[in-house]
């Protein structure tokens, strides 16, 4: 079993919709990453948070420590949104990061 | 400047040659950090520096050797590779060993 499990692992929205992507995970951690990676192309790193909320834009990021779960939320998805969501754990004191299996959303106008 | 440059974008190499990856960032974050992808999974981490120290190696096969000859500049040096280390290559660096990670895009590696 991994110990960083995404879900939804595809995922196919109509534009304007909200999109919840969900990560549990098995390990103690000191912190999550979300990050968002496009076919073919490089990391982008859209959040990294301990605990409660954070917001950018049309995104939200939520984590629960206690259940050991967080969701990346999108608000009003828009096509540009389709990529591959990635949710990693950052396990105890090393900054060593443990990767989810991703999630593929595609984002239809 | 919250950019982590990484060349070549796109490598093809035989299996005797000698290459470089090269990775820069000028964040003056401390940290950096060398992943390996292949196709539709997600990244392995591979050697992470500390302070220009390395501090983790993956168990990482010997004909990948990794360099930071400065705090802004990261090299992963390539011999004698087999074609199932055709994968991305990505650099990422962060302000220390605690911080969130910054990607660059990624080097295009394919050994034939």
């Known amino acids: 079993k991994n110990e960083v499990e995404q879900s939804p692992q595809n995922l196919t929205a109509q534009e304007g919709e909200f999109i919840t992507i969900n990560c549990s995970y098995s390990?103690?951690?000191?912190?999550l990453h979300w990050l968002q990676q496009h076919p073919g192309g490089g990391i982008v790193s859209l959040f990294m948070?301990?605990?409660g909320k954070k917001k950018h834009g049309r995104l939200i990021a939520t984590i629960n420590i206690q259940e050991k779960h967080s969701s990346l939320h999108i608000t009003a998805s828009h096509p540009r949104d389709s990529a591959v969501y990635i949710c990693a754990v950052v396990r105890g004191a090393t900054n060593k990061l443990i990767f989810g299996t991703g999630t593929l959303l595609a984002v239809q106008p | 400047d919250t950019e982590v440059t990484q060349t070549p974008k796109h490598l093809v190499m035989g299996m005797t040659n000698k290459k470089s990856l090269k990775c820069e960032q000028h964040?003056?974050?401390?940290?950096m950090y060398w992943y390996k992808q292949k196709a539709k999974k997600p990244p392995e981490l591979m050697f992470v520096y500390s302070y220009e120290k390395l501090s983790i190696n993956e168990s990482v096969p010997s004909r990948f050797s990794p360099e930071c000859p400065n705090s802004s500049l990261l090299n992963l040096h390539l011999h004698a590779l087999q074609p199932e280390d055709s994968a991305l290559y990505l650099c990422?660096?962060?302000?220390?060993?605690?911080?969130?990670?910054?990607f660059g895009p990624g080097t295009r590696l394919t050994v034939t």
């Open positions: 948070l301990s605990s």
């Open positions: 390990v103690g951690i000191s912190a």
């Open positions: 964040m003056g974050h401390r940290a």
């Open positions: 990422a660096s962060s302000q220390d060993k605690e911080g969130k990670q910054y």
